[in-house]
Each structure stands twice: as C-alpha cells, then as structure tokens.
Nanobody
Framework: VQLQASGGGLVPPGGSLRLSCAVSGIRIQSWTVGWYRQAPGKDREYVAA???????YYADSVKGRFTISRDDAKNTVYLQMNSLKPEDTAVYYC???????????????WGQGTLVTVSS
C-alpha cells in the first residue's frame, strides 16, 4: 500500500491550494482517508477525513475553508484549501485506515507529506 501526497507549495494569505493523495494497493471507497498536518514545533493536527460512505470530518480550525473529496476512479483523495492563513503553514500528510471511523487513531498507512507555506 502506498499513499503519495502532492500539491503543496507557497501561496499568499487568502489564496488556495489543492492537495492530492494518490493511493495504490487498496480501493479508497472501502477505507477512511484522512489528512493531518504538522507545523514546526507543534503537535500533529488531524485536519479532515472522508469515510468509505462519503461522510466527511473537519477540524474546527479549517471548517468552512477546506473541503475533502475523492475520485474513486482515480483512487485519489483531494483536500481543497481556500482562504489560507499563515497558521495553515505545515507539512500535510494523508493516511488511510480500514475502519469506518473519524477517530484520529488507527490509521495504518501514511504518505510522505507535502509542504504548504502561506506567506506574503
């Protein structure tokens, strides 16, 4: 099983980015896929997730600005990030677990991370 996160970069405050998590080895429509982020010197934060049934979870810090979605044909999960703030700067990781749960635990497989920098 492999998860490949991509799409990070430098964006000014108020800008947008779309992250992708390309998954191989499992079918994402049967798994829960989530996004985490970790800023320098801070704990890892659970940002968003999408269940096998298509339900979604968002942390309060990103609710209304970020949207998680998936393309089952491409076996890829996306994180659309709008109205970005400097405090969104972090390395973003995607992860997958077989349980239909939004608990931040039990994730089995992880991608390598993609850096998002929000700065003018």
């Amino acid at each position: 099983v492999q998860l490949q996160a991509s799409g990070g970069g430098l964006v000014p405050p108020g800008g947008s980015l779309r992250l992708s998590c390309a998954v191989s080895g499992i079918r994402i429509q049967s798994w829960t896929v989530g996004w985490y982020r970790q800023a320098p010197g801070k704990d890892r934060e659970y940002v968003a997730a999408i269940s096998s049934g298509g339900s979604t979870y968002y942390a309060d810090s990103v609710k209304g600005r970020f949207t998680i979605s998936r393309d089952d044909a491409k076996n890829t999960v996306y994180l659309q990030m709008n109205s970005l703030k400097p405090e969104d700067t972090a390395v973003y990781y995607c992860a997958a677990k077989r349980y239909n749960s939004f608990s931040p635990y039990e994730y089995e497989y992880w991608g390598q991370g993609t850096l998002v920098t929000v700065s003018s």
